[in-house]
């Protein structure tokens, strides 16, 4: 998954929007990160659980990490390169709802249950 494609999936989540902190992309909803890019787009980070962040270190040390800082808190690290998008898309949206208000998410599930 490129950063374009990763870009515009993570905008697309209602109230999303791009800030530029530290010198790269983070990914924000109501002000608070749900994913970051690195500055050259190599990597990135997404808020996950500590469970999520385990089994998908375990699986694929080569494409996931822990973190510095973030990591104790359940975040993960990816290799933009080597992750594919069918894992990393479900991440988002999880990030995104553990993040947004549940006002939010609840309009989000009901949006998506009525075009389904």
């Not at 530290?22 to 500055?39: A, E, I, N, Q, Y």
Request: proline share 5%; aromatic share 8%; charged share 25%.
């Amino acid at each position: 998954m490129d950063t374009e494609q990763l870009r515009a999936y993570a905008l697309a989540l209602p109230e999303a929007e791009e800030r530029e902190t530290w010198g790269h992309p983070t990914f924000r909803v109501r002000d608070k990160m749900f994913l970051t890019l690195s500055g050259d787009g190599s990597g990135g980070t997404v808020k996950a659980t500590l469970a999520d962040q385990a089994e998908l270190v375990a699986q694929d040390p080569g494409t996931w990490s822990v973190p510095a800082y973030v990591g104790r808190h359940g975040w993960v690290g990816f290799v933009t390169a080597r992750v594919d998008a069918a894992d990393l898309e479900p991440l988002v949206v999880e990030a995104w709802r553990a993040t947004a208000p549940e006002r939010l998410v609840r309009a989000y599930d009901e949006a998506r249950s009525a075009g389904a």
